[in-house]
């Protein structure tokens, strides 16, 4: 069935660190590919997307290239913030049929000044 | 003006209670979802409605049973709560017609059974 694999947190990085965030997927077809952040006490907001293969999202400094041949989606920012500390969610949503989210398991990211 | 808002925020209450929660969007969309998250932060689909009709019913408990009296709306109704009920319960939504619309999530709602 379909599914995402999320690296496992916690990640602690200090300020200004580089972050990658891995994300693997196992799906027919061409799903959409997501990254959602969820901050303390809040819901999920969505970060990035890609629809496509080798379509790349961006958003406030983050990136994630979708990667057919790898089936890999992951997360990267060159210079992490300590407002970046949050918990990260790669998810996917099928080509056809219903289009709930499947998520990984989440990656709780800590920045230290 | 919020998008997707849910009531109560925090709902604490005793085993075997029927408890409801609310969910309501602004967004002029055609679905609405369910989502648990439980203590290790796992989210998982419960249930999807699409213009009130049910389309995705994950397997969830029969004590778990939504309601869309309207498009605006998906309510989730639970009884004889248990103990493995607790957890946090997102409300979301999106357009229809395509797997590649984001979906915009409520703050979530969470229950705590004693």
């Known amino acids: 069935g379909d599914s995402v694999t999320q690296m496992e947190g916690p990640v602690t990085l200090s300020e200004e660190a580089f972050l990658t965030i891995n994300c693997t997927y196992t799906?027919?077809?061409?799903?959409?590919l997501f990254w959602y952040v969820q901050y303390p006490g809040e819901g999920l907001q969505l970060l990035l997307k890609?629809?496509?293969?080798?379509d790349k999202g961006s958003n406030k400094g983050f990136e994630a290239t979708y990667r057919k041949e790898t089936t890999s989606f992951h997360l990267e920012k060159g210079s992490v913030q300590v407002s970046d500390s949050a918990v990260y969610f790669c998810?996917?949503?099928?080509?056809?049929?219903?289009?709930?989210?499947?998520f990984g398991t989440g990656t709780r990211l800590t920045v230290i000044p | 003006d919020t998008a997707v808002s849910q009531t109560p925020k925090y709902l604490v209450t005793q085993m075997g209670n029927d408890k409801s929660i609310k969910c309501e969007q602004n967004?002029?969309?055609?679905?609405m979802y369910w989502y648990k998250q439980d203590s290790k932060k796992f989210l998982k689909i419960m249930f999807s409605?699409?213009?009130?009709?049910?389309?995705i019913n994950e397997t969830v408990p029969n004590r778990f049973s939504p309601k869309s009296p309207d498009k605006a709306h998906l309510n989730l109704h639970i009884n004889s709560l248990e103990l493995g009920d607790s957890a946090v319960y997102f409300c979301?939504?999106?357009?229809?017609?395509?797997?590649?619309?984001?979906?915009?999530f409520g703050p979530g709602t969470r229950l705590t059974v004693l």
């Open positions: 979301a939504s999106s357009p229809s017609g395509g797997p590649y619309h984001e979906q915009f």
């Open positions: 799906a027919t077809g061409y799903p959409s």
């Open positions: 890609a629809t496509k293969a080798d």
């Open positions: 998810a996917l949503s099928r080509q056809t049929g219903a289009n709930n989210l499947f």
């Open positions: 967004l002029g969309h055609d679905t």
């Open positions: 409605y699409n213009n009130k009709e049910l389309i």
